[in-house]
């Protein structure tokens, strides 16, 4: 099975790192294919929906681990990467060369919207994953270690190429449906018509 980097927490408050686990290499190239234009298109929809909202917004960067890094280690990338931001010249060239020898974080993005005394807080990459995979689940995921996540290939065209228009559909209808559910009584929109059906060839 192949892997591809998600977000879990650990008990600790640190993040970890927990792997969407594929059948194969091909369902992995696919996934790698649509991750960056998926993020783009929520991030898009997103923006959108800000623009139509009163919820106050902002973003956080949170940095997540591979579960195979020592806490020690991961303390370690983290002191050095505050004293690099405080570092002279020569401290920073010494302090960068240490840091490449050390496993570093992947960042996991947090939307964060506020209304009055309600606060909810949307994980970016969560709702990439529920585009690119077909009835993703981030708490099934969390909760089965050998789930296999099944890549939506109606999003990618006979040619191996984006299906733009399927791609914005998928990741708008997600978007909506999430800032519908802060305002109840907004209608919803319809769900894409291949949704949730598994295309020819998957």
Not at 118 to 128: E, N
Request: aromatic fraction near 6%.
């Amino acid at each position: 099975m192949i892997d591809l980097i998600a977000r879990s927490s650990e008990s600790n408050g640190r993040e970890a790192v927990k792997m969407p686990k594929f059948a194969d290499i091909r369902a992995w190239e696919q996934a790698e294919l649509l991750m960056q234009p998926v993020f783009i298109r929520v991030l898009d929809n997103i923006r959108k929906q800000l623009e139509q909202t009163t919820w106050q917004s902002s973003y956080q960067e949170i940095p997540v681990w591979l579960e195979a890094v020592p806490e020690e280690t991961q303390t370690q990338v983290m002191e050095l990467q505050q004293r690099l931001a405080s570092a002279s010249a020569a401290e920073a060239e010494a302090i960068e060369e240490e840091l490449a020898r050390l496993p570093s974080p992947q960042m996991s993005y947090l939307l964060c919207l506020k209304k009055g005394d309600r606060q909810i807080t949307v994980d970016i990459w969560q709702l990439c994953y529920q585009v690119c995979f077909r009835n993703y689940s981030p708490v099934l995921n969390a909760m089965d270690q050998d789930m296999i996540v099944t890549v939506d290939v109606s999003l990618i065209d006979d040619l191996g190429e984006i299906d733009w228009l399927r791609l914005d559909e998928k990741a708008k209808y997600l978007i909506e449906q999430i800032f519908s559910s802060l305002s109840p009584a907004q209608p919803t929109a319809e769900a894409p018509a291949d949704h949730t059906e598994p295309a020819d060839g998957e």
